[in-house]
């Protein structure tokens, strides 16, 4: 062992162990890449002209990354579908509280504001069944346009000065914005 070894003795076995877990990663990949090769050859076809290393290797950052392992390795009844096609499950065998979840249309670009209020009353176990015939709608709200994170600034609130918001237009009215205005004596 060096001298930095013996002063840090933690240092050498942080390396050692991502040295073993980079050799795992490398045979796990290696072992799926087989398998989709295999696959290929007995005439199940892979994805449209996806090599089987690259394959592999994307099954394997799907693994390594949880917010989408976790997606993918749970099984439970499909509940339903909302409009965006984001796809709802129930497992009541779970632990309370996680045995409701959704599985995005779109793995790779989801926002949790794109989840609508019924089916957001229904995974925080607020409602015991989903959709809107089941939600009540109170009286004052007003209709706005359905609002999807970052497709449109529709029922937005943009507070004064920001870009986005336009300023009214009032005839022949000119307003002073400075921050001081001397008196003047009458």
Do not use: C
């Amino acid at each position: 062992p060096t001298r930095r070894d013996r002063l840090a003795p933690s240092r050498a076995v942080d390396r050692a162990t991502a040295r073993r877990s980079r050799r795992r990663m490398k045979r796990v990949a290696d072992a799926l890449a087989r398998r989709a090769a295999r696959r290929t050859r007995d005439g199940v076809s892979t994805s449209l002209g996806e090599s089987a290393r690259a394959r592999a290797a994307s099954t394997m950052t799907k693994i390594l990354d949880g917010s989408v392992w976790h997606l993918e390795s749970r099984s439970g009844e499909k509940v339903g579908e909302d409009e965006l096609g984001n796809a709802y499950y129930e497992n009541k065998s779970y632990q309370q509280g996680r045995s409701r979840w959704v599985v995005p249309k779109n793995l790779d670009d989801y926002s949790a504001a794109n989840i609508p209020r019924e089916w957001h009353g229904w995974l925080h176990h607020i409602n015991d069944e989903p959709g809107l015939p089941n939600a009540t709608t109170p009286i004052y709200e007003d209709a706005s346009p359905y609002f999807v994170a970052g497709k449109s600034n529709a029922g937005t609130y943009l507070p004064k000065g920001h870009f986005l918001r336009q300023r009214p237009s009032n005839a022949g009215v000119t307003r002073s914005w400075a921050k001081y205005q001397p008196w003047s004596p009458p």
